[in-house]
């Protein structure tokens, strides 16, 4: 059983105007007393629907926005720890934030950090060396070298027709050159979360303010209480 209409239908529409005057490609309707039958039997006003709809996506906003701000603070919490520690020789990428207890569960969130960090500008490069030292900024960073087809081979069905069958044989430096263009960039390498505790906290410092690190990942971490 699919949900039934009961009331004046009331289709007419209005024309509706965008904010700048010209016409929208939307048109208001009003229901007026129209309400929904629903499967199980319950009928509700479509109007009432409108409004519920509407205040519930309100307080989901809410509810999201009072969520990333309380992440923030367990963000800023778990890195002075982590470095405190990290400082002191214990690393620890993870933590467990402990909240309150009722009767039935233990509040918690989990606090992680990533190690993934923006990637420098091709022209920032020499900046950031000069900034770390050159032995600082070879452990840091390593330098890959990423090919991708030119623009004009792609717009141009007879040169893509002439890649497709070069691509079949093995193809040389002079095939590359042709087809491609290459471009050598400079990555964090992996496992930079907890190596960049290994340098000076100066240098460190230096780094974070040319690279950032991806924020700590935040999570529910209530268990139940036995």
Known sequence: ?????????????????????????????????????????????VKTAVNDYVKNILLKKSAEDQAADAAAVLRAY??????????????????????????????????????????????????IREALGDDVFKDVFEQVTTISIKKNI???????????????????????????QKED???IRKGMDQKQYALDPAVRTKLLEQVKQSADAV???TTLVV
């Open 185 to 187: 960039v400079y990555v």
């Open 1 to 45: 059983m699919s949900p039934s209409i009961t009331g004046p239908l009331n289709q007419a529409t209005v024309a509706i105007k965008t904010e700048s005057g010209k016409a929208s490609a939307l048109r208001a309707i009003d229901p007026e007393k129209t309400a929904v039958t629903m499967d199980d039997g319950t009928i509700v006003v």
């Open 78 to 127: 778990v890195g002075a720890v982590r470095d405190e520690n990290a400082y002191q020789g214990d690393y620890q990428k993870s933590y467990r934030v402990i909240g309150s207890k009722t009767d039935k569960t233990q509040r918690a969130a989990d606090v992680s950090q990533v190690d993934k960090f923006s990637v420098p500008k091709t022209e920032d490069i020499k900046a």
């Open 219 to 221: 999570k529910d971490a």
């Open 154 to 180: 792609l717009d141009n069905a007879k040169k893509r027709k002439e890649l497709s069958e070069k691509l079949v044989e093995a193809l040389g430096k002079e095939g590359i050159k042709e087809f491609f």
